[in-house]
């Protein structure tokens, strides 16, 4: 699986190995991690909504797509679903090609449309008890103001 | 015509169910998503919501046929 959505640990190492290819000189990963701060507010835990039949079917098209865009041999992105802790990885891409730059350029396209086009939510609970949906317009219009259940 | 709407994160939290069955005489899926917004209040259009019929993403111009199932996604936030 190119993609593929994870409810337990990412294993860094495994992940990195299954894009390793001795015609590779170069292997760029991005891992997302889980920080304790967002706008101003202290981030206790966080938590992954992913709705898997679309977000699957999407992910293997980002892959495809960085495929189709530059020059590299494998890819790999990894999303965690379900309740994380601070310093936790939430997501991986690992990317090789023969030589950086596509491998830089592919992991950037892929890290970028997983979070602006894939059905996948974060909602962010706060040391304060509030809790909040992160990109919900409503909340940046009303500076986080407003509770969510 | 009848159809499915499933809600997700904020929109199911707003409108208070995960799915509903809707009849109505058809349009865009961002027709749908305006009569379902007059029906729950608390449901707000966001520019970047995205939206899905039968597991497939697509635009809000996109007509529903009958037994289509809309899937409305709140503004996406992963990684």
Redesign the interface.
């Known amino acids: 699986m190119k993609f593929s959505v994870s409810n337990t640990k990412i294993d860094v190492e495994a992940a990195k190995q299954t894009v390793a290819d001795k015609h590779c000189g170069a292997l760029v990963v991005f891992e997302g991690w889980i920080r304790d701060h967002n706008e101003g507010q202290a981030v206790e835990r966080l938590e992954y909504e992913v709705y898997r039949p679309v977000a699957e079917k999407e992910g293997a098209k980002i892959i495809a797509e960085a495929h189709e865009r530059y020059a590299i041999s494998h890819a790999l992105c990894i999303h965690r679903e379900g309740l994380l802790e601070l310093g936790e990885c939430a997501v991986i891409v690992c990317v090789s090609s023969a030589h950086r730059d596509a491998a830089f350029d592919a992991c950037r396209y892929i890290i970028d449309e997983t979070k602006s086009r894939l059905p996948i939510w974060k909602k962010e609970h706060y040391v304060s008890g509030i809790s909040e949906w992160v990109n919900c317009e409503q909340c940046a219009a009303a500076g986080h103001a407003h509770r969510h259940p | 015509m009848n159809i499915r709407v499933r809600y997700?994160?904020?929109f199911r939290?707003q409108t208070g169910c995960v799915s509903e069955a809707v009849s109505w005489s058809g349009g865009s899926a961002a027709e749908l998503f305006k009569m379902m917004a007059a029906k729950h209040p608390l449901l707000?259009t966001?520019?970047?919501a995205?939206v899905?019929i039968n597991?497939?993403?697509c635009g809000w111009e996109t007509p529903l046929n009958e037994n289509d199932e809309a899937?409305f996604?709140?503004?996406?936030?992963?990684?």
């Open positions: 997700f994160a904020l939290e707000k966001q520019a970047a995205l899905a597991d497939e993403m899937l996604f709140p503004p996406v936030a992963g990684g």
